[in-house]
């Protein structure tokens, strides 16, 4: 009696095959293009702020006005915590340097464009009136200088002000402690680098 060989479902063993690894060196241009790409995207989204049709949103529209904050705020927090995961779970190829910068520039911007249509509705805001008071607001506010110059009035802007002063706390000192940590481990490995050659 002839038996019936049944085809095994676990793949065949590839067979080892040597690759070679290419040191690839690092030349002027690779040093230099990450550093634009993050400058590229920072100065878009700069334009991007300057020209998005925010007149549009607050209180003609304040539904779409709060649910826009709130999705791109969590994107960001949610982005920002990843990044913080990779650094903290040593990823070797992740850029949080790259990610974590971009990520804190769009928050910024986020917190200005809601400023800037929370100040439309009367009484939210004193001494708000254009992109760059609210951008500049904005930044006062995360820096906590404070110069009393706009000062958020309506129960909404205190509300969004509270919300950044947390943010600020909890998202962007994690994500900058996080980067510093990383940069300190690279800083500490480049030197045990250089002696094993």
Not at 155 to 169: D, E, G, K, M, N
Not at 186 to 192: G, S
């Amino acid at each position: 009696m002839r038996t019936r060989r049944t085809a095994d479902p676990r793949p065949s063993p590839r067979p080892r095959t040597r690759t070679r690894t290419r040191t690839r060196t690092r030349t002027g241009w690779d040093a230099v293009r990450p550093w634009l790409v993050r400058v590229g995207i920072a100065a878009a989204v700069v334009v991007a702020y300057f020209l998005l049709p925010l007149d549009h949103l607050g209180p003609q529209r304040p539904v779409l006005s709060w649910t826009l904050f709130a999705v791109l705020l969590t994107v960001v927090a949610v982005q920002l915590l990843r990044q913080i995961r990779h650094v903290l779970l040593d990823h070797p190829d992740s850029r949080p340097g790259v990610v974590i910068s971009l990520l804190i520039v769009l928050s910024v911007h986020v917190f200005s464009a809601t400023y800037y249509a929370l100040a439309k509705a009367p009484g939210q805001f004193s001494g708000l009136h254009t992109r760059i008071d609210a951008l500049y607001f904005t930044v006062v506010t995360l820096a906590t200088v404070g110069y009393g110059d706009i000062t958020p009035r309506g129960q909404a802007a205190r509300v969004v002000t509270i919300l950044q002063i947390t943010y600020s706390f909890v998202f962007l000192t994690a994500a900058a402690t996080a980067l510093t940590t990383r940069m300190r481990d690279m800083v500490a490995r480049r030197p045990q680098r250089g002696r094993s050659r």
